[in-house]
Structures are given as C-alpha cells and as structure tokens.
C-alpha cells in the first residue's frame, strides 16, 4: 500500500514544443498545447497534468507526403490524429499511449469526417505517480530518453523498406489497393521506462532525425542550464534551428544520406517538429 508521503511524492514534465516547415516558416516555441499544432504536414500537441497521480502525454505525427499526388493533403490526417489524441489526453481516459493511438485512429476513420491520408506517430504519456514513461512509436519519427549527456533510450525506426515508414492509413473511397501501406495501431513499438529527475526526453518528427546524429542531440542538452520553462524553449529552438540548417547544407552528410550509402552527401529538406521534455520531481 502506498503511504501518504508516496503519493506527495510524483515527478512531472516541463514540456516545450518548436518547430519550422521545409519552406522554413517558424513555429514559435509552446509550454502547452491542448489542441494539435501543425508545422507544415506535422502536426504535435503536449497535455500537462493537474493533480500529482495524472499523466503529461506529447505527440507528434507527420503526415505521409505521397498522398499528394493523389490530391489529399498529408496534413489533415496527421493533424486530425494528434487532435483526437489530444482530447482523450486532456479528458482522461484514455492515459496510456498505445491505447490513444488505437481510439484516436478509428474515430478519424469514420466515413462521415472525410479524413483521408497517412501519417506516421509518437505518443509518450508520464505516469507522475509511479514515475514511469510509456511510449509508442509507429513508423519514423520517434524519441530519445537522456540522462546525465548520454542516451539511454532510443525509439526503432519502424520501416517497410527504405524510406517507406509504418504508417496510419485511411485511403479515399475507391483508391486501388496496390502499394497501399495499411498498418494497424497494434504495429507500434511500445516501452515503459522508468525515469529519474534530470532525465530528458526529446520526441521529434523525421525531418529533425533525419539531419541531426544522435550524438549532436546529446551535445546540445549538456548545454541545458538548468530544467525551466525557459532554458527548454530556448533549446528546443535551438535544436530546430540546428536540423534545418543542415536539411539545406548539400556538402553535409546527413543521418539520412548516409543511409542510403557511405558517399552520399547532403541534407534532407523537410518539415521539423520537435518536442523536448525534462522529467522534475516533487516531494
């Protein structure tokens, strides 16, 4: 049973969100979000606790681009994602991240809201009474867990083949089913990790992971001064700032170009959300 001085004691998220489109139009830096935001075709929201035994839960979602061609715009779908997802978070009920991506993608289905497209998700939801994170991640945007300058998670990156990430799909009516990609929330890569104060998380779009090597991520968090509201706004716009000068540097090896082989160089021009979090206790 736990005592009294257990439950005064919980540990919650300061939480900031930032970002810039591939046409280089800036997001200004958020502590809180309740309704989707978008950055181009990603979209993001952050929900922050009131009582010492809820739940802080962070998005981001990236609409799949291919459906352009197609004439459906890749951001209704993942900013119609992260708008479900975020209401279910701010009432309640649904708490763990798996289980919000599951709600959220049939209630944007349904026939009548005409929500068409694909999009790649990350949920992550603190437990601030047992002081446990518990993330899902389906398809290439993802997470990385820091403590003390040094990565102690990382999220897989969920692809069918190069390039092609698992993705939340509802086609149009009559679209022909070759090369569909029709994943299931049930696909998603789930964790539950326990962290400690200082702890950072730092969840962020494609566009971010694709230019910016894990190791630079970790640099830049060392530099953090201290785990305010402030310091975290300031290095999340600094992190963004960082992946998009080098998703427009062709003389950069990028995580992205490496990938696709050793002598490939160049960044990966795109939409980057980030969402950085620092985990502070209480009691």
């Given amino acids: 049973m736990r005592t009294y001085s257990a439950l005064l004691a919980f540990r919650r998220l300061v939480a900031t969100a930032c970002g810039i489109s591939k046409t280089g139009i800036r997001v200004t830096p958020i502590v809180t979000s309740n309704q989707a935001q978008t950055v181009g075709e990603d979209a993001y929201f952050i929900t922050l606790s009131n009582t ?44 763990r991240p798996s289980e919000l991506i599951k709600a959220a993608y049939e209630k944007v289905i349904h026939p009548t809201l005409n929500c068409y497209g694909g999009s790649t998700i990350c949920l992550l939801a603190l437990d601030r009474a047992e002081g446990i994170l518990h993330t899902a991640n389906l398809g290439d945007s993802g997470f990385m867990l820091l403590r003390n300058g ?27 089913s070759t090369n569909l990609i029709l994943d299931s929330p049930s696909s998603a890569e789930l964790t539950s990790l326990e962290v400690s104060n ?25 530099g953090l001064k201290d785990y305010s509201e402030s310091s975290l706004m300031s290095a999340c716009a600094a992190a963004v700032r960082l ?21 490939t160089i160049g960044g990966k021009p795109d939409d980057i959300t980030v969402v950085m979090a620092a985990v502070c206790g209480h009691g």
């Fill in 243 to 263: 992946a998009y000068a080098y998703s427009h540097d062709q003389h950069y090896q990028s995580p992205f170009a490496k990938k696709i082989s050793p002598k």
């Fill in 198 to 222: 200082g702890d950072i998380v730092v969840m962020a779009t494609d566009g971010f992971f694709d230019n910016v090597y894990k190791e630079e991520v970790s640099l830049l968090m060392s």
């Fill in 52 to 95: 010492t035994s809820g739940f802080d839960i962070c998005g981001v979602a990236d609409g799949v681009g291919g459906w352009r061609e197609v004439n459906v715009n890749p951001a209704r779908f993942s900013r119609g994602l992260i708008d479900e997802c975020a209401r279910l978070a701010q009432a309640g009920k649904v708490t």
């Fill in 150 to 176: 040094r990565v102690l998670a990382k999220s897989s990156e969920l692809q069918h083949y190069f390039n092609c990430p698992y993705q939340l799909t509802n086609p149009p009516p009559n679209t022909p």
